[in-house]
T-cell receptor, first 114, second 112 residues
């Protein structure tokens, strides 16, 4: 099935540095979500975005829903070792409701060196 | 809130046998649950959408007779891998939806 273009594929950073990753699509999504997955675990929802242009924060995480509805970015500030994991973006074509499928990016593998 | 559990967390079975995986929403009711498969170093691939009280909707290329899905209540969906083969070995993850999708911890299936 369709996947979103997520970049970068991997990042190696030093503890304390800021991180930025993004997703783009050729088509519009009504909802963007960012998940983090630790090895051997299911993805955990970090941030959900519902409006074009929306900027939402969750602790050290900030995400934005692009104005064109075709992109989103996630920033992590002052990274710490426990930020290590795979970050996935996901787009949903209909807002709200429970029956709408997600389209996932391929993931960004983040490694934080202490 | 929005906790989803899966059981078992890992299972090893022999070729030709069937395996059932349970997905439960613990603190909310979910009319819709989703089943995904994830191979190493890859993203999640949707297998099917499961609606309570009705037949599941399978994604293209997913065999409905091999991957049986039952959504008997608003808090429980099951995936049964029938006549398992080694190529069915994978990480199976469910999600339950209440506006956003919340994922279970996954089930590691190894078929020998």
């Amino acid at each position: 099935g369709q996947q979103l273009n997520q970049s970068p594929q991997s990042m190696f950073i030093q503890e304390g540095e800021d991180v930025s990753m993004n997703c783009t699509s050729s088509s519009i999504f009504n909802t963007w979500l960012w998940y983090k997955q630790d090895p051997g675990e299911g993805p955990v929802l970090l941030i959900a975005l519902y409006k074009a242009g929306e900027l939402t924060s969750n602790g050290r995480l900030t995400a934005q829903f692009g104005i064109t509805r075709k992109d989103s970015f996630l920033n992590i500030s002052a990274s710490i070792p426990s930020d290590v994991g795979i970050y996935f973006c996901a787009g949903q074509r209909n807002s709200g409701g429970s029956n709408y499928k997600l389209t996932f990016g391929k993931g960004t593998l983040l490694t934080v060196n202490p | 809130g929005a906790v989803v559990s899966q059981h078992p967390s890992w299972v090893i079975c022999k070729s030709g046998t069937s395996v059932k995986i349970e997905c439960r929403s613990l603190d909310f009711q979910a009319t819709t649950m989703f089943w995904y498969r994830q191979f190493p170093k890859q993203s999640l691939m949707l297998m099917a959408t499961s609606n309570e009280g009705s037949k599941a909707t399978y994604e293209q290329g997913v065999e409905k007779d091999k991957f049986l899905i039952n959504h008997a209540s608003l808090t429980l969906s099951t995936l049964t891998v029938t006549s398992a083969h080694p190529e069915d070995s994978s990480f199976y993850i469910c999600s339950a939806s209440v506006n956003e999708q919340y994922f279970g911890p996954g089930t590691r299936l190894t078929v020998t």
